[in-house]
């Protein structure tokens, strides 16, 4: 089963993974597009789920992680990255980024779509 990996926008348009991923060295890059690529064929084998969230670790250097989390069985939003010795910070903004996404997702199914009103009840 393939998966759709998308990256976390945060209000203002911009991503958290992509200001992670852009600081990157071209060797590091490569393995994590890689692993990106790995998700998108539906291989988590190296994912460990925890907190909401999922780190999946790359046997890299100092050992790199990307954090993601998983909306429905089939999206995967990418909420960042770092490695082994800034883990617990990047957890921990991880989780907030996936709380956040959740709650902006929540209110945006409550309002009503654009464009569309209500029928009228006929009296």
């Given amino acids: 089963m393939s998966n759709d990996v998308r ?11 992509a200001a992670w991923f852009n600081n990157l ?13 790995r998700m998108q064929q ?3 084998s190296s994912v460990e789920w925890f907190r909401g969230i999922g ?11 990307i954090y993601l989390a998983r909306d429905g069985l089939q999206i995967i939003i990418l909420l960042g990255g770092g490695s082994k010795d800034r883990q617990q910070r990047d957890i921990d903004r991880a989780v907030d980024l996936w709380e ?11 309002q009503p779509k654009a464009g569309l009103s209500k029928p009228r009840r006929k009296e």
Wanted: no cysteine; charged share 35%.
């Fill in 7 to 17: 990256e976390l926008l945060l209000e203002d348009g911009s991503s958290p993974y």
């Fill in 25 to 37: 060295s071209p060797d590091v890059a490569a393995k994590v597009v890689t692993a990106k690529l």
């Fill in 55 to 65: 780190e999946y670790k790359i046997d890299y250097g100092p050992g790199w992680r």
């Fill in 100 to 110: 956040r996404y959740k709650r902006l997702k929540a209110i945006k199914a409550k």
């Fill in 42 to 44: 539906g291989n988590l």
